[in-house]
């Protein structure tokens, strides 16, 4: 992330966003189960709120300092953060009941990066857990806060095909005037 970016997802302001309208949306109606798994966390601010609602826990993220500083910030035992790829989880087959992902995806450098971590999702998911999640829609503000930075947006239009064909079932994609969320399920079959 630019230093902007930084600044922006380690602010208060960000946090009161995420609490208030992000997490509440995402997370409306859904059964997380007992042991979440959050890609891409960044400084934490949706962690920090995940952490106190989930019994267990486990962030990743690619970038080693921010791994290090929130495993230091939240350090608990139903807590864990891990330097990791998303695209290539170093959990088990069949892991967790949950997997989230939040203002993310676009971080990616490519479609098939975010396919890969969809496919990830899917693999480390136990059968009929749910993968769910939010990101930007692709609009000239979002463009300016990535200067110099990766940015490739979700399409919403096409994120259920793709979510289908990483092996979810039952998926749902719907925006609002700020993003877009999904959520989607590994069969349990
Ligand atoms: C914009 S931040 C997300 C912040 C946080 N989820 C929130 O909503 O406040 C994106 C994060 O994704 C991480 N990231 C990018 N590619 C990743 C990958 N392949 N695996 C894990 N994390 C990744 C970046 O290091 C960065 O910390």
Do not use: Y
């Given at each position: ?174 925006t609002n005037d700020f993003g ?10």
């Amino acid at each position: 992330m630019n230093q902007q970016h930084l600044e922006l997802c380690s602010s208060a302001e960000w946090a009161e966003t995420v609490s208030r309208f992000i997490i509440p949306w995402v997370l409306d109606d859904l059964e997380l189960g007992d042991n979440v798994l959050e890609v891409g966390p960044g400084p934490g601010r949706t962690t920090e709120v995940l952490v106190a609602m989930v019994p267990r826990l486990t962030a990743v993220d690619l970038d080693e300092g921010l791994a290090a500083s929130l495993a230091q910030r939240l350090a608990g035992p139903t807590f864990e953060a891990i330097n990791a790829d998303a695209t290539a989880l170093p959990q088990e087959d069949e892991t967790f009941s949950a997997v989230l992902s939040f203002t993310m995806l676009h971080h990616l450098p490519t479609a098939e990066a975010q396919d890969a971590v969809f496919s990830e999702a899917a693999r480390v998911l136990r059968r009929g857990g749910v993968f769910a999640g939010t990101d930007s829609l692709d609009r000239p503000e979002f463009r300016e806060l990535h200067v110099d930075d990766i940015c490739v947006p979700i399409d919403p239009s096409t994120l259920g095909d793709r979510l289908n064909r990483a092996g979810f079932e039952g998926v749902q994609v719907e925006t609002n005037d700020f993003g877009l969320r999904f959520r989607a399920w590994r069969p349990k079959n």
